[in-house]
């Protein structure tokens, strides 16, 4: 069966340290997303990708960043991790024209 | 920038009930609106999608419907059930027919009471 799997579930990790959460998807959809979500602000928008080597800002992009070399795999990279930056973080993707999406189980991530 | 509120924000039931969760938006320029389901510790599940020409769409014990120019939109659960117990969440795509990204309203924390 298709999936979308996100790794590593949880991470601890030091302030200032290079983090890469990994969003891997069996679907073959177009559209990536990355999601953070937050007790008191739900879930915004990181980044996105509509097809491989695009990759747009979302709502809260600033210290992260993506790249799409393939239609399957969009990590999400934290350049120097700060404490601000401890959170879930959902990875989702959707096919182009049918607005459906399918969201990953999330990375819990705590910066220290 | 749109903002999508959902009230209440949590809503305790006794099993067997009906009842309404709401959403809201302030852009009323919207494509498609969809619900979802999260479970305390996992990832979201797609419950209804309503798509820009629709008012409104069921599946099982659940209706949503959509006024656009309202800027509202109601997730309807009838005879609800402990295993309903969960946050819904609401989240509008933006307008023009190319635009997939969500915009997310922070939920309402349903318990269902056995």
């Known amino acids: 069966d298709a999936e979308i799997t996100q790794s590593p579930r949880h991470k601890i990790t030091e302030t200032g340290r290079q983090v890469t959460l990994a969003c891997h998807q069996t679907?073959?959809?177009?559209?990536m997303f990355w999601y953070r979500q937050d007790l008191g602000h739900g879930l915004r928008l990181i980044h996105y990708?509509?097809?491989?080597?695009?990759?747009n800002k979302g709502e809260v992009s600033d210290g992260y960043s993506v790249s799409r070399s393939n239609t399957e795999d969009l990590p999400l990279t934290l350049e120097s991790a700060a404490s601000s930056q401890t959170s879930v973080y959902f990875c989702?993707?959707?096919?182009?024209?049918?607005?459906?999406?399918?969201f990953g189980s999330g990375t819990r991530l705590t910066v220290v | 920038k749109q903002e999508v509120t959902q009230i209440p924000a949590a809503l305790s039931v006794p099993e067997g009930e009906n009842l309404v969760l709401n959403c809201s938006f302030t852009?009323?320029?919207?494509?498609?609106l969809q619900w979802f389901r999260q479970d305390p510790g996992k990832g979201l599940t797609s419950l209804l999608l309503?798509?820009?020409?629709?008012r409104e769409q069921t599946s099982g014990r659940l209706n949503a419907s959509l006024d656009k120019s309202s800027g509202r939109s109601t997730l309807y659960i009838a005879a609800s059930q402990p295993g309903d117990s969960a946050t819904y969440l609401c989240?509008?795509?933006?307008?023009?027919?190319?635009?997939?990204?969500?915009?997310f309203g922070k939920g309402t924390l349903l318990t269902v009471n056995p």
């Open positions: 989702a993707s959707s096919e182009t024209g049918t607005y459906g999406y399918t």
């Open positions: 679907w073959n959809h177009n559209n």
């Open positions: 990708s509509y097809g491989v080597q695009d990759t």
């Open positions: 852009d009323s320029a919207i494509y498609n």
């Open positions: 309503i798509q820009s020409s629709q």
């Open positions: 989240a509008v795509y933006g307008s023009g027919g190319s635009n997939y990204k969500l915009t």
